[in-house]
């Protein structure tokens, strides 16, 4: 029995993966459930048996009474706010000062809710809110049920990773469309929406709205040397990973990564409301270090409203 239920979990996975994240389903959805309600049928008689990478932890419905609250063993913290260039240029020439030769990587700045994931041995253990940066919200059986978020990662490492929660926009639409028929209120945007469903205490509601991640930090300490090996890291270990990035060696080469993303704003599947902007090289962001409350090696260029 357990090498069924190792079977059809590893399957039922491969399957799940083809379907959300490839788009590319290799079988029909009544194989899948054929082989999902076989899974559910043999774990429900073999509790003991169940994996922790199982696809049953992703819809099993559990109405929580609330959530409890989750202190953060490392803080973690936000960032500055730009909202010009001149501005911008006034924090690059900060960082030049310390950093004279400095490789920068842009990324864009998610519309949606700041997440942390908590790994022990490669299994997913506690998802939490950011919160204050300390005290956040434990979210872990929510988050399970986003699609795209790796109950068990290809290596069994401990790892505390940061990203952002987000409703797609077409999610975000159909959602929408549902509440009018109804007669509900719509969502303003698709990151109060998002935030609104990781708020849901019924995790099933959680499941069908079709949440997805981007994850961006490693919080816990850097096994690796630049912010662009983390993220390549992060698809190895089967995270989802922005794929709109740059690099920059000064602020044309950062400002023409932001008037691209301005372009590109309205192709996105997804809102963005920035870009941030990192110094790569991870032994510099720790000479630069930070400010009471936020990084000097990074900022957030936000864009006009
Ligand atoms: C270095 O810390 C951060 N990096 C980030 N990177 C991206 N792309 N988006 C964010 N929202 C973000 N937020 C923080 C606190």
Redesign the pocket.
């Known amino acids: 029995i357990e090498s069924r239920i190792k079977e059809l979990t590893e399957l039922l996975n491969k399957y799940a993966y083809e379907y959300y994240t490839l788009d590319r389903p290799s079988v029909e959805d009544d194989e899948y459930d054929r082989l999902y309600h076989e899974l559910v049928a043999l774990e429900s008689d073999n509790p003991q048996l169940i994996r922790a990478d199982s696809p049953t932890h992703r819809t099993g419905d559990v109405i929580l009474d609330g959530f409890e609250k989750f202190r953060h063993p490392y803080n ?4 500055g706010d730009v909202f010009s260039r001149e501005e911008l240029a006034v924090w690059e020439e900060r960082v030049r000062k310390d950093i004279p030769n400095p490789e920068y990587i842009c ?4 519309d949606g809710l ?1 997440l942390s994931l908590y790994y022990e041995e490669g299994i997913l253990v506690t998802a939490a809110t ?1 919160g204050d940066g300390l005290v956040g919200e434990n979210i872990t059986e929510n988050v399970k049920r986003i699609k795209d978020v790796p109950l068990q990662l290809s290596e069994p490492i401990d790892i505390v990773v ?3 929660a987000y409703l797609p926009r077409t999610n975000f639409s159909k959602l929408n469309a549902e509440r009018e028929l109804e007669g509900l209120a719509a969502f303003a945007n698709p990151r109060n929406a998002a935030a609104g469903t990781l708020r849901q205490l019924d995790t099933k509601v959680v499941a069908k709205r079709g949440l997805a991640t ?1 994850l ?2 490693e919080a816990s300490d850097a096994t690796n040397d630049t ?1 662009e090996e983390v993220l390549e890291y992060f698809v190895r270990l089967g995270f989802q990973v ?1 794929p709109v ?1 740059k690099f920059a060696r000064n602020m044309d080469e950062i400002w023409e990564f932001i008037e691209q993303a301005t372009l590109l704003r309205d192709e996105l599947a997804y809102d963005i409301d920035g ?2 902007v ?1 110094v790569n090289n991870l032994a510099q962001q720790e000479e630069l270090g930070f400010t009471v409350k ?2 000097r ?2 900022i ?1 260029y936000k864009f006009p409203a």
């Open positions: 973690l913290y936000s960032l990324e864009l700045k998610i700041s950011r940061r990203g952002e981007f961006y930090q912010q922005n990035r870009v941030v990192k936020a990084p090696w990074a957030a």
